[in-house]
């Protein structure tokens, strides 16, 4: 016998070495595909855990802004509204000299003093009675 190549153990020992090397391409695809997809899972429950998040911090704050004490304190603070009996203060923002006579606004509903500006001696004395 002949040491030659024999051709058709060439094309056996081929046709092997393609199947090992199909099927290493195969194992590689399948890990780096479900690297991909667990990636890809991974991002859109991520996002899913920020929107529920987000949603609890949005439902907190709608319960916290139908509470009576929210409705209260921004009706004082932003709107300027004051419960009958309280006056609000309001000083002026440029003087000049200390020593002259703040101006205090009432927002008293049955105050005399409505919407006017009177000196602050003045509201003191009418609210000690003389």
Known sequence: MSKGLNPVMFLVNFFLFFLLLLSC??????YYNSHQENSFVNSIYNSYVSAKNENNSLNNQLNYVQTDSYIKSEAVNNLG???SGFYEVVLPTNTVDNT???SLKTQSSNSQYRG???YNLQLWLSLIGL
């Open 25 to 30: 391409v195969s194992i590689f695809r399948y």
């Open 81 to 83: 509204l004051v419960k």
């Open 100 to 102: 002259q006579n703040t």
């Open 116 to 118: 006017q500006y009177v």
